[in-house]
C-alpha cells in the first residue's frame, strides 16, 4: 500500500512541476497581450497615474477611437485582407502541390531540391530580396510592364513557391502527406485515375485541416510583414501594419480633430500605441476564435513535432 501512494504523491508532484512551468511560460505570452488590453482603455489621467496598473479607474474610449481614425480602418482593413488572402491562397495552393510531388515522385536531384527549399529558409531575407528585387526590375523593364509598387511581385513569389516562409509551409504538406497510405494512391491508379486526379480526391480530401493550417500561418505571416512589403509595394496599397509603423507621424494629424468630454489635453501615449496595436491584430484574433478547432485539429493531424 506504501509504495502505491507514494508513487501517487510522486506523480503529482511531476504534474504540479508541470503545470507551474506551463504557467510561467504561458505568462510570458499573455503579459503582453493583457497589458495592450488593459492600456487601451485608460485615460490619460490612469496613464499618468503610478497608482493605477492593470484595472483603469477612468475607463475611456479616446484611444480606440482615435486609433480607429489613425489607422484609416474602413480602408487599410479591406486592403489588408485581400493582400495577405491573396498571398495565403497562393501559398497554400504552390505548398501543397510541392509537398505532394516530393512525397509521392522520385524525381531527379530530389535531395538537391529538399536541400534549396530548406536553403531559402535558412538563408536571410535580405540576401534573397536583392536579386529578386534585381529580377522583377529586370522583368518589368523588358516586358514594359511595370511591377514594383503593386502586389504583382510578392504574388509571383508566392506562386513559385518563395513566398513568406514557403519553405515550412511546404514541409508541413510534405509531412502530413507521407504519413497517408501510398496504398490509396495505388487504388486510385489501378482504376485510372492519374496523378492530378489522386492529388484532388484523396490527398486534398483527407488534408483539409491541414489545408487550414497552411493558409492561417501563412495569412498571419503576411497580414504582419512590412519589410519585403515595403520594398515591393513602396506605399502603393494603404495596410494596416503600414499605418501602425508610422503611427506616430499620424497621430498629430488626427489628434486635433478628436473631442473628448473627460480629457482636456490629447497627448500621445502607450494607450493610443496599445490601442492601435490592438485594432492592428484583431481580425488574427477573431479569425482563430473561428477556427480554433480546426486548427488545432490541424496541428495534430499534421505531425509538426517531426520537423
Known amino acids: 500500500m506504501k509504495p502505491i501512494i507514494a ?8 504534474n504540479l512541476i508541470v503545470y507551474i512551468a506551463l504557467g510561467l511560460i504561458s505568462y510570458q505570452f499573455l503579459y503582453p497581450l493583457l497589458r495592450m488590453l488593459t492600456m487601451s482603455f485608460m485615460s490619460v489621467t490612469d496613464v499618468l497615474n503610478p497608482a493605477v496598473n492593470w484595472i483603469p ?31 495565403a491562397l497562393g501559398q497554400t495552393i504552390v505548398s501543397a502541390m510541392t509537398g505532394y510531388a516530393l512525397a509521392r515522385f522520385d524525381v531527379k536531384f530530389k535531395r538537391l531540391w529538399f536541400m534549396l527549399i530548406i536553403l531559402t529558409f535558412i538563408l536571410p531575407v535580405p540576401v534573397l530580396l536583392v536579386p529578386r528585387v534585381i529580377m522583377i526590375l529586370n522583368f518589368g ?15 509571383l513569389l508566392a506562386v513559385f513557391g518563395q513566398g ?4 515550412i509551409l511546404i514541409l508541413i504538406f510534405y509531412n502530413f502527406t507521407i504519413m497517408i497510405p501510398s496504398a490509396l494512391d495505388e487504388a486510385a491508379s489501378i482504376d485510372g485515375a492519374n496523378a492530378l486526379q489522386v492529388f484532388y480526391h484523396i490527398i486534398l480530401k483527407l488534408s483539409v485541416s491541414t489545408l487550414l493550417v497552411i493558409f492561417l500561418l501563412s495569412f498571419v ?35 486635433g480633430d478628436l473631442q473628448d ?27 482563430y476564435l473561428i477556427v480554433q478547432r480546426q486548427f488545432i485539429k490541424g496541428i495534430e493531424n499534421t505531425g509538426l513535432t517531426g520537423l
Not at 508513487?7 to 511531476?14: D, E, G, H, V
Open 141 to 155: 523593364s523588358a516586358t514594359g510592364i511595370p511591377l514594383m509598387g503593386t502586389i504583382w511581385p510578392q504574388t
Open 221 to 255: 505571416w503576411n497580414w504582419n510583414e512590412t519589410y519585403v512589403t515595403g520594398v515591393f509595394m513602396r506605399g502603393a496599397m494603404d495596410l494596416v501594419t503600414t499605418r501602425l509603423s508610422d503611427f506616430s507621424g499620424l497621430f498629430a494629424q488626427v489628434a
Open 164 to 167: 513568406m516562409f514557403s519553405a
Open 261 to 287: 468630454g473627460e480629457v482636456d489635453q490629447l497627448r500621445l501615449n502607450e494607450a493610443y500605441r496599445m490601442a492601435g496595436t490592438l485594432v492592428a491584430i484583431s481580425p488574427l484574433f477573431i479569425l
Open 7 to 14: 508513487r501517487i504523491k510522486k506523480i503529482n508532484y511531476l
Open 57 to 87: 479607474r477612468n475607463w475611456s474610449l479616446i484611444n480606440m477611437r482615435a486609433a480607429i481614425r489613425i489607422m484609416n480602418l474602413t480602408t487599410t482593413m479591406f486592403n489588408s485582407m485581400r493582400f495577405a488572402g491573396i498571398l
